[in-house]
């Protein structure tokens, strides 16, 4: 079975901090995603990454940042965090393009900024 | 860019009954539109999807419909079950780009 996981699943932080976002796939696929949902928008795309070393822009990219040291490792970076950044992230694997383009999500990780 | 719409945000049926959901999209290059369960404080897991080289498919009470020509799919779930009860996300991606999701459909089933 496919396997991604977060941390922290739960953070709370303060205005103009620092959050760090981890995830880690066991799958071994190529591209990995950072998504957030928010009632209303549904899941919005933030970064994404074609394999190590690699991070690209997603729909809403401003004021996060992602870091793909390894395969298996992407982390979404928030500098200085803000309230509005305040939602619920999942992390993302899949191969498009291959014949099973699913995607296969960790298990989220809360964000709250105060 | 490509934009997923998903017209219903809530929808009730009663147990036993069907439910459909509906979407449609923008980007005539999209060609891959799968669908996404997420359980009452759960993360997301695939249901089923379809490619644009086919027009329907069916998985056990769960068949997807496109329509190409209009730019829309549908998700239909038969004999419905308390367990069907979830929001369902539909997505589309042109081949190998990222995958865009609609906002979501509540989906109650009420016995």
């Known amino acids: 079975e496919a396997a991604v996981t977060q941390s922290p699943r739960n953070k709370v932080a303060v205005t103009g901090g620092k959050v760090t976002l981890s995830c880690n796939q066991t799958?071994?696929?190529?591209?990995m995603y950072w998504y957030r949902q928010d009632t209303g928008h549904g899941l919005r795309l933030i970064h994404y990454s074609y394999g190590a070393g690699s991070t690209e822009k997603g729909d809403i990219p401003d004021g996060y940042k992602a870091s793909r040291p390894s395969q298996e490792n992407f982390s979404l970076i928030l500098e200085l965090a803000t309230p509005s950044q305040t939602s619920v992230y999942f992390c993302?694997?899949?191969?498009?393009?291959?014949?099973?383009?699913?995607?296969?999500f960790g298990e989220g990780s809360k964000l709250t900024v105060l | 860019g490509e934009k997923v719409e998903q017209h219903e945000s809530t929808l009730s049926v009663r147990e036993g009954d069907s439910a459909v959901i509906n979407c449609t999209y923008t980007?005539?290059?999209?060609?891959?539109f799968p669908w996404y369960k997420q359980e009452a404080g759960k993360s997301l897991h695939f249901v089923i999807d379809i490619r644009s080289n086919v027009d329907r498919k069916q998985s056990q009470r769960l068949t997807v419909l496109l329509d190409k020509k209009a730019k829309r799919f549908s998700l239909h779930i038969t004999a419905t079950q308390p367990e069907d009860s979830a929001i369902y996300f539909c997505a589309a991606s042109n081949s190998g780009t990222y995958q865009r999701f609609g906002t979501g459909t509540k989906l109650q089933v009420v016995p």
């Open positions: 799958n071994n696929h190529n591209n």
């Open positions: 980007d005539t290059a999209s060609s891959y």
């Open positions: 993302a694997s899949g191969e498009p393009g291959t014949n099973t383009g699913q995607l296969y």
